[in-house]
T-cell receptor, first 115, second 112 residues
Framework: EAGVTQFPSHSVIEKGQTVTLRCDPI?????LYWYRRVMGKEIKFLLH????????ESGMPNNRFLAERTGGTYSTLKVQPAELEDSGVYFC?????????????FGPGTRLTVL | DQQVKQNSPSLSVQEGRISILNCDYTNSMFDYFLWYKKYPAEGPTFLISISSIKDKNEDGRFTVFLNKSAKHLSLHIVPSQPGDSAVYFC???????????FGAGTILRVKS
């Protein structure tokens, strides 16, 4: 069974540009999460999808970030316009069930560098 | 305000000895705790978890201890192996919610 995949693995852009990150969850997983780790600090929650609906977006830093999950399959996270402080590693995770104890399986992450 | 804290940025242990990684939390609503392990250029991998109704959970070489009154948990690895060298993240979640709240991680180096 394929794990969570993310594309691209690395992205280097200039301040003010737009970047779109993609996440493909494990097949059949209704729950999809985005997290971010900045400068080697803690991994921070961004948002949670259940199928195509946003269940919790309390971690989204501001309106420059837009997440979508059309059709309840893959998800995209767009940053527009990117700022220097958006640099970091963006992780996607998925889980099959709805219990808070369900294991979240993480992808390898996308390293975003904003110059 | 960091709700989950791992106060040791790094730990170095000799192969075969015990590794003890610590984690403190402040949110009394947390009721489920997890440890994830992360190798460079990979995503975090689930290692072991514990519910707040327990004080110990064991899986092979890995044991997690929970002290609710102290709001403290620890991960014990016995015996430590060089392949255990990685970053270990402590995480927690509330009963009515799915988001994981992570600590900053502890780099474990197991020397052979």
């Amino acid at each position: 069974e394929a794990g969570v995949t993310q594309f691209p693995s690395h992205s280097v852009i200039e301040k003010g540009q737009t970047v779109t990150l993609r996440c493909d969850p494990i097949s059949g997983h209704d729950n999809l999460y985005w997290y971010r780790r900045v400068m080697g600090k803690e991994i921070k929650f961004l948002l949670h999808f259940v199928k195509e609906s946003k269940q919790d977006e309390s971690g989204m830093p501001n309106n420059r970030f837009l997440a979508e999950r059309t059709g309840g399959t893959y998800s995209t996270l767009k940053v527009q316009p990117a700022e220097l402080e958006d640099s970091g590693v963006y992780f996607c995770a998925s889980s099959p069930g709805y219990a808070h104890s369900d294991t979240q399986y993480f992808g390898p992450g996308t390293r975003l560098t904003v110059l | 305000d960091q709700q989950v804290k791992q106060n040791s940025p790094s730990l170095s242990v000799q192969e075969g000895r015990i590794s003890i990684l610590n984690c403190d939390y402040t949110n009394s609503m947390f009721d489920y705790f997890l440890w994830y392990k992360k190798y460079p250029a990979e995503g975090p991998t689930f290692l072991i978890s514990i519910s707040s109704i327990k004080d110990k959970n064991e899986d092979g070489r890995f044991t997690v201890f929970l002290n609710k009154s102290a709001k403290h948990l620890s991960l014990h690895i016995v015996p430590s192996q060089p392949g255990d060298s990685a970053v270990y993240f402590c995480a927690a979640t509330e009963e009515y919610g799915n988001k994981l709240v992570f600590g900053a991680g502890t780099i474990l180096r197991v020397k052979s």
